[in-house]
Nanobody
């Protein structure tokens, strides 16, 4: 069974940090570009950051550039997102997703996890 399972969400104060993890099973991890997306109430789901299968190419949305870092551990089949200098507007459900092509568009993703909530208070 193909699965993407996120963990690491929670609550943080503004300026704080969290690390999200996404463990993949049932798929060739290296064959997929992976990414993090978020969905806040009243907003559309948006791409936060994505990384190619080899980990050589990355993409960051403008609103997280310089604050978040994406990386993947191919030995552990796990994708990470380090969130630093969090702001209240980062509050959302964060989803891990996988795509056969390197794209950070939600519509291009083939597989989705269940999500993990991040809540940032001021």
């Amino acid at each position: 069974e193909v699965q993407l399972v996120e963990s690491g969400g929670g609550s943080a104060q503004a300026g704080g940090s969290l690390r999200l993890s996404c463990t993949a099973s049932g798929l060739g991890f290296d064959d997929y570009s992976m990414g993090w997306f978020r969905h806040a109430p009243g907003k559309e789901r948006e791409g936060v950051s994505c990384i190619s299968g080899e980990g050589l190419a990355t993409y960051y949305s403008n609103f997280v550039k310089g604050r978040f870092t994406i990386f993947r551990d191919r030995a552990q089949n796990t994708l990470y997102l380090q969130l630093n200098n969090l702001a209240p507007e980062d509050t959302a459900m964060y989803y891990c997703a996988a795509s056969r092509t390197f794209s950070c568009l939600p519509g291009a993703q083939a597989l989705w996890g269940q999500g993990t909530q991040v809540t940032v208070s001021s």
